[in-house]
């Protein structure tokens, strides 16, 4: 099944972490529509698929992404980093990695997302144009598998047994204030 824009997460507000779990299926979908493009199309024409699948992934990534980054920094990350649980103290180094990965990624996604902005209007780009969005698609990939492995296998688990249950609670509160949506009390 395609995920869309807008389409109900497995998961709700009252389960943060699975949540952010559902954001990082999301993340790969939308990356991999923009590699998908970038492959079939190679800087040539894009046919009006493309540019519709295009479209809706730079909106992903410029609207929804960047809140998924702040649920992570400024949520769930200092609230880790204030508990003395041993095991989260041990997943607390790799806090930092994920916060540069994120600055990383963004830099990649802004480069990317003026690529493709100039391949739409423009209905081509240079080769070397489409050899940098390509490259730059190559990498954020990895850099994603990467990020996304340690966050699901090692931080999520880590948060779900040393947070309290308010403390989920609250980061759900703020991830869906972050949205501008009702969440449960």
Same mark, same amino acid.
């Given at each position: %099944?395609? *995920?869309? *824009? !807008?389409? @109900?997460?497995?998961? !709700?507000?009252?389960? @943060? &972490?699975?949540? &952010?779990?559902?954001?990082?299926?999301?993340?790969? /979908?939308?990356?991999? =529509?923009?590699?998908? =493009?970038?492959?079939?199309?190679?800087?040539?024409?894009?046919?009006?698929?493309?540019?519709?699948?295009?479209?809706?992934?730079?909106?992903?990534?410029?609207?929804?992404? @960047?809140?998924?980054?702040?649920?992570?920094?400024?949520?769930?990350?200092?609230?880790?980093? +204030?508990?003395?649980?041993?095991?989260?103290?041990?997943?607390?180094?790799? *806090?930092?990695?994920?916060?540069?990965?994120?600055?990383?990624?963004?830099?990649?996604?802004?480069? *990317?997302?003026?690529?493709?902005?100039?391949?739409?209007?423009?209905?081509?780009?240079? @080769?070397?144009?489409?050899?940098? &969005?390509? /490259?730059? #698609?190559?990498?954020?990939?990895?850099?994603?598998?990467? /990020?996304?492995?340690?966050? +699901?296998?090692? &931080?999520?688990?880590?948060?779900?047994?040393? #947070?309290?249950?308010?403390?989920?609670?609250?980061?759900?509160?703020? %991830?869906?204030?972050?949205?501008? =949506?009702?969440?449960?009390?």
């Amino acid at each position: %099944m395609a *995920i869309q *824009i !807008g389409q @109900p997460p497995d998961h !709700g507000f009252d389960e @943060p &972490l699975g949540l &952010l779990r559902d954001c990082h299926r999301r993340i790969e /979908h939308f990356l991999q =529509v923009l590699i998908a =493009v970038a492959d079939d199309a190679e800087g040539g024409a894009i046919s009006p698929d493309h540019r519709g699948a295009a479209e809706g992934a730079l909106r992903y990534f410029s609207t929804a992404a @960047p809140k998924h980054t702040a649920d992570e920094e400024e949520s769930l990350f200092p609230r880790l980093r +204030n508990t003395q649980d041993p095991d989260v103290r041990e997943a607390l180094t790799l *806090i930092e990695r994920l916060e540069r990965d994120h600055e990383e990624a963004e830099e990649h996604h802004t480069a *990317i997302d003026g690529l493709v902005r100039r391949w739409l209007a423009n209905r081509a780009l240079a @080769p070397v144009e489409a050899a940098e &969005l390509r /490259h730059r #698609l190559a990498r954020l990939q990895r850099l994603y598998q990467q /990020h996304i492995a340690l966050e +699901n296998d090692t &931080l999520f688990p880590a948060a779900a047994r040393a #947070l309290e249950p308010t403390q989920l609670h609250d980061i759900g509160q703020e %991830m869906a204030r972050r949205r501008r =949506v009702a969440s449960p009390a």
